[in-house]
């Protein structure tokens, strides 16, 4: 016998006996038809909001990380047109030829206290009106990301790439990070 006949030969009659019993436990309820006018309107409450993140990290997510960064400031690094990976995190990046790559990355369910730290530096990072953070070397020399809160479960991310020289890919991330800034949600 195959398999094909023995699941026909277990499920069919299973199959049927449960379609019979559902059939059969329809009936008719006895009542009465009442005409909409006699009919009370339903009461309408205010929606419940049952999570416990706040509604900044909802703000980012209809942001295009792709178009935070206007055409003339991304000619200001000499970099090509970004293009856009949302892989990880809604993200876009920018290629620098022969210096780098830089990327805007938009965390709305991970905010500071998620960024992790493999071998990296973390440091405070003001900006002007969002409390931020700076991660250096973290996949080793030549890599920094400027982080900037949103909320406290919700970041932006600005990263940099710069071969080996971590000052430079900092300086294209700080850099990032300050002309993002004033376009994004001023959260919490």
């Known amino acids: 016998?195959?398999?094909?006949?023995?699941?026909?030969?277990?499920l069919l009659p299973s199959t049927t006996m449960l379609l019979i019993g559902l059939i059969s436990s329809c009936s008719e309820t006895p009542g009465q038809?009442?005409?909409m006018d006699n009919r009370t309107s339903p009461t309408v409450s205010a929606p419940v909001r049952t999570s416990t993140k706040p509604p900044d990290g909802n703000a980012l997510k209809n942001l295009d990380p792709c178009t935070l960064l206007t055409e003339a400031e991304v000619s200001l690094f000499g970099a090509q047109t970004g293009v856009?990976?949302?892989?990880a995190a809604p993200a876009c990046q920018w290629t620098v030829r022969g210096q780098g790559v830089f990327s805007v990355a938009i965390r709305a369910e991970q905010g500071l206290q998620d960024i992790v730290i493999d071998k990296g530096t973390l440091v405070d990072h003001p900006l002007a009106s969002h409390q931020g953070r700076r991660?250096?070397?973290?996949?080793?020399?030549?890599?920094c990301m400027v982080s900037i809160r949103i909320s406290e479960s919700s970041r932006v991310d600005a990263n940099s790439v710069a071969r080996s020289?971590?000052?430079k890919a900092c300086e294209f991330a700080g850099k990032v990070a300050e002309l993002i800034e004033p376009r994004l949600p001023k959260g919490e």
């Open 1 to 10: 016998m195959t398999v094909k006949q023995t699941i026909r030969r277990t």
């Open 33 to 35: 038809a009442v005409p």
């Open 84 to 87: 856009r990976d949302d892989t």
């Open 135 to 143: 991660l250096e070397e973290n996949s080793g020399a030549g890599g």
């Open 165 to 167: 020289d971590t000052a």
